[in-house]
């Protein structure tokens, strides 16, 4: 799918601004998402790249900017939100955090059901068919029952990422879904990201796992200190980066025992 072919974006941000406090931790951040389309975010720790998911997901609120989605949702943070407004925003999309925060007391498939079937009110039958399903599609069809512990963390990050898919978002959001795992835990996840990127889903993914970067991503932002510095194909941005602060981030992360 061309992320390029004109379509109307499924969502626009423009000029988002946000501060906490004296922090001012975005300071204009524009991002175009197109149905389909994969984009994933870099940049080193602080540079604001959890508040632009948060912000995408009506879980933080800037203080000027707008967004726009898909079905007439325009919001003008400038003008202040409307709690319909928020609400509206965080049904579009669904996030995948680092740490899966999966309810300990609930199993797999309890967990997968609770957004859907409590929180969306959609009949318990048919949202139990489909959770099951997306946990086929995951490997974890027969860890239905189990609890969360009894499972590894590559398979509750799955787990995670099932919980999400089963609300039905216009757009995914992954926050470093594999930055809390095992390296030997992350292929599976990864793998499983890529997969939903093939299958035609919208993702704003925030990864530091270049070679996937590279493989799913249409689209690339670098951003650093609250800003996009440098955006582009994946080739372009880990092939040829034209800005110093792109260079300089994309050694550190390549070469970790450099210090550099
Ligand atoms: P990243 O995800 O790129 O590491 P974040 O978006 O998490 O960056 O954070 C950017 C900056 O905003 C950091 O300085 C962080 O301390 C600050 N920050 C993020 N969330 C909050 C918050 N809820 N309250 C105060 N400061 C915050
Ligand atoms: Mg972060």
Do not use: C, Y
């Not at 389309?37 to 948060?54: A, D, F, W």
């Not at 959001?173 to 809390?180: A, H, M, R």
């Amino acid at each position: 799918m061309s992320p390029t072919d004109g379509s109307t974006p499924l969502l626009t941000a423009t000029g988002l601004h946000k501060s906490f406090g004296d922090n001012h931790v975005l300071r204009g951040i524009d991002l175009t998402l197109h149905r389909g389309e994969v984009v994933v975010l870099i940049g080193p720790s602080g540079s604001g790249k959890t508040t632009v998911l948060r912000s995408l997901n009506g879980l933080e609120t800037p203080d000027a900017g707008a967004i726009i989605a898909s079905g007439g949702l325009r919001i003008d943070f400038s003008a202040g939100v409307t709690q319909k407004q928020r609400l509206a925003l965080r049904d579009r999309s669904a996030m995948v955090f680092q740490h899966h925060n999966l309810f300990p007391h609930l199993t797999v498939l309890e967990n997968v059901i609770e957004g859907p079937w409590r929180v969306q009110g959609r009949p318990k039958a048919e949202v139990i068919a489909e959770a099951r399903g997306l946990l086929e599609r995951v490997g974890l069809g027969e860890r239905a029952d189990a609890r969360p512990h009894e499972l590894s963390g590559g398979q509750q990050q799955r787990v995670g990422i099932v919980r999400a898919l089963a609300l039905r978002p216009d757009l995914l959001l992954f926050d470093e879904p594999t930055s809390s795992l095992d390296a030997e835990l992350v292929g599976e996840v990864l793998l499983v990201i890529k997969e939903l990127a093939d299958e035609g889903w919208t993702m704003v993914v925030v990864t530091h796992e270049l070679s996937f970067a590279r493989e799913a991503a249409d689209h690339v932002l670098f951003m650093d200190a609250g800003v996009v510095v440098e955006q582009g194909a994946p080739a372009e941005i880990f092939g040829a980066p034209r800005e110093e602060r792109t260079r300089r981030f994309l050694t550190r992360i390549l070469r970790p025992l450099d210090g550099g």
